[in-house]
């Protein structure tokens, strides 16, 4: 078995780690996963428990007898009352309550009785892998690390189905190698005592949502200031963004409450008609304490910079290579200001607003209220009559939704939103580059998923926001990642499944309408963000930065597709992507419709230089 690979780079990386169990079979397999300045823990007869890296101030962990707990990540809990957590701990399904009733972001890990059980978040934002080695089972928090210790190649069948756009779940969240097996966010994986045996067991439901919004302010705004004070009650320096829209208003106010000292950062876009300096600005008077950075809005890289350039080890494509330049350029000069972690505002979209997909249920059980917001959605995003009404009349059960979807993967995208806005999610689609047996591969999947898939949540709405939240953590996930390598860790607060919860709880009808924007946040957060930094109801697109990023970069876009991998693999027809990287103003590139493929060939080049330089006497 080859070592657990350390991620290039002098950073400090993120933290990541295996789980193993107490048994002889399960140490010699945890050799092959200490390569030089990593961490261990041991079970109380010696053998290997956990062994990884992590920061001091990312991990407590403690033992009572032969009971252990350990929280990995961020977390104010204290050892001593984790300790009185593990001394009265009777089974592993008590340890639900445990995971739930913690603020952060965090793996928790538990042994007892000779098991051991791993768990991410609900979110999706921290995740959970196992597969058998050498006669035991292993949990690890990357995939990666599993499938390089088994000597794995991943798996072209799961590579095609990255190349839909986009993937629905599941199948975004398998792993790239079958031998791999993926934990699903709202499940832990308990392995037994005899080392081998391995079942899930589910952890965490959304709440109902049932909660009037008067009711919830209090809750959504305790949730979040917790979420925020987990990462600043320590002091010092932290940064945030400050674009001037709600979310990371909301994020820079609450943090000013902190002992710490804030640094907050404006990117100004480079469209005339971005207002986000202006906002920014605004907010920036109400805080005087905070030292604003403003950063030249010509200086800040494109979408598509520098992705030739890229060499993050991750564990699974991510369309997140497309902004990594974007993401990171700003993280050392806020390093050199002193910041130990950077707050953003990521989530706030996903948590604070939802799914009209709600109102397919509404207009059954409230018909009088949601036809009059219907008629203020359809003013506001422009929704057709007919597209409409046909949204509205489909009650087709998730897994035929599927189905039907395989059925067209070659059919043009929808220029109308309303039947994504309405339905299940938007339809999956394969573009004119990807091939014949690429196309069989994906479709096959979906029509597999479609036999047994179920959805999140039987309400369309509800479903289709925590698809959202869980794809966005899987790019958020690997943003924070690279963030850790370039030597400032980031937190998106929003995303925290505390604050998931608080705001999912509120009622639909009143977390999503045309007549308010983010409501939620708006009256959470009032007397906390001045009333004119809440007035703002628009956000900026970037949309300039992505049509000049695929001209500019033409030429590494044309370099992407010379000797590509998934060309080799015979997935995609190199020669069309040569004759639109030479083309980029092509109808549909601007849509983002390169994504998926862009993000598997960068992973896959990634895995590739990895692998050669960790084989490199």
């Known amino acids: 078995m080859t070592p657990l ?79 009185h957590r593990a001394a009265r701990l009777r089974d592993l399904a008590e340890v639900d309550a445990l995971a739930r009733s913690l603020p952060g972001s965090f793996h928790l890990v538990a042994a007892l009785d000779g098991m051991i059980r791993v768990q991410g978040t609900a979110s999706g934002l921290r995740l959970v892998f196992h597969a058998e080695l050498a006669g035991t089972r292993v949990a690890a928090t ?28 599941p199948l975004y969240e398998t792993s790239l190698w079958p031998a791999v097996t993926a934990v699903p966010p709202q499940e832990a994986v308990v392995v037994a005592a005899d080392g081998r045996t391995a079942r899930h067991t589910r952890w965490w439901t959304p709440p109902e949502p049932v909660v009037p919004l008067a009711d919830a302010a209090d809750p959504v705004r305790a949730a979040l200031q917790e979420a925020v004070d987990a990462r600043t009650r320590q002091g010092g320096v932290v940064s945030c963004d400050l674009s001037g829209g709600l979310d990371s208003t909301s994020v820079c ?65 991510t369309i997140g290579v497309m902004d990594r330049s974007r993401a990171l350029h700003h993280l050392p000069g806020l390093a050199e200001r002193g910041s130990r972690v950077h707050l953003t505002g990521i989530g706030g979209d996903h ?78 689609r394969l573009f004119d580059w990807v091939t014949a047996d690429a196309e069989q591969v994906a479709r096959r999947a979906l029509l597999d998923a479609a036999a047994t898939a179920t959805p999140l949540h039987p309400d369309r709405g509800m479903h289709a926001d925590l698809e959202q939240i869980r794809s966005t953590t899987r790019v958020i996930r690997q943003w924070d990642h690279m963030a850790a390598r370039a030597g400032l860790p980031m937190a998106s607060p929003f995303l925290d499944d505390r604050v998931i919860e608080a705001c999912l709880a509120v009622r639909p009808a009143e977390r999503v ?73 092509s109808p549909g590139l601007s849509d983002a419709i390169l994504y998926s493929t862009i993000a ?16 490199t006497p």
Not at 149 to 168: I, K, N, S, T
Not at 274 to 297: F, G, K, N, S
Request: proline share 8%; with cysteine; aromatic share 8%.
């Open 351 to 428: 948590v604070a607003w939802c799914s009209e997909a709600y109102y397919h249920r509404l207009l059954r059980t409230r018909p009088l209220h949601a036809l009059r917001q219907l008629r203020g959605f359809r003013a506001l995003w422009q929704w057709p009559l007919g597209g409409t009404v046909r949204a509205l009349a489909d009650t087709r059960p998730y897994g035929a939704w599927l189905a039907d979807a395989a059925g067209r993967l070659r059919e043009p995208t929808a220029t109308s939103s309303v039947a994504t806005g309405l339905g299940w999610g938007m339809a999956p």
């Open 600 to 615: 598997t060939e960068v992973w896959l080049r990634g895995l590739s230089r990895s692998r050669s330089s960790t084989r």
């Open 253 to 317: 106010f609450l943090a000013d409450r902190s002992p710490a000292h804030v640094v907050a950062a404006t990117w100004p876009g480079r469209d005339p008609a971005d207002t986000d300096l202006y906002w920014a600005e605004q907010a920036a008077r109400h805080l005087p304490d905070v030292e604003h950075v403003v950063w030249d809005a010509d200086a800040s890289p494109l979408v598509y910079d520098d992705l030739l350039g890229i060499d993050d080890v991750l564990d699974e494509p």
């Open 142 to 169: 990357r995939a990666d690390v599993l499938a390089d210790a088994l000597g794995l190649d991943p798996d072209p069948a799961e590579l095609a189905v990255r190349l839909l756009w986009p993937a629905p779940y």
């Open 5 to 83: 690979h350390a991620s290039a780079g002098t950073g400090p990386g993120e933290a990541h780690f295996a789980v193993f169990t107490d048994r002889a079979e399960a140490a010699a397999a945890a050799r092959s996963f200490a390569p030089p300045g990593c961490r261990t823990v041991s079970h109380p007869s010696g053998r290997p428990w956990l062994v990884g890296q992590w920061r001091d101030d990312e991990a407590v962990t403690v033992h009572a007898g032969d009971t252990a707990l350990a929280v990995i990540g961020c977390c104010p809990v204290a050892a001593d009352d984790l300790r």
């Open 513 to 585: 309408t045309p007549f308010r924007y983010k409501p939620v946040l708006t009256t959470a957060m009032s007397g906390v963000v001045p009333q004119p930094c809440l007035r703002r109801t628009t956000k900026a697109t970037a949309s300039m930065d992505a049509s000049n990023g695929l001209r500019e970069n033409r030429a590494d876009l044309l370099a992407l597709w010379e000797d590509s991998r998934l060309e080799g693999l015979g997935l995609v027809d190199g020669a069309e992507l040569r004759r639109l990287a030479r083309r980029p103003a």
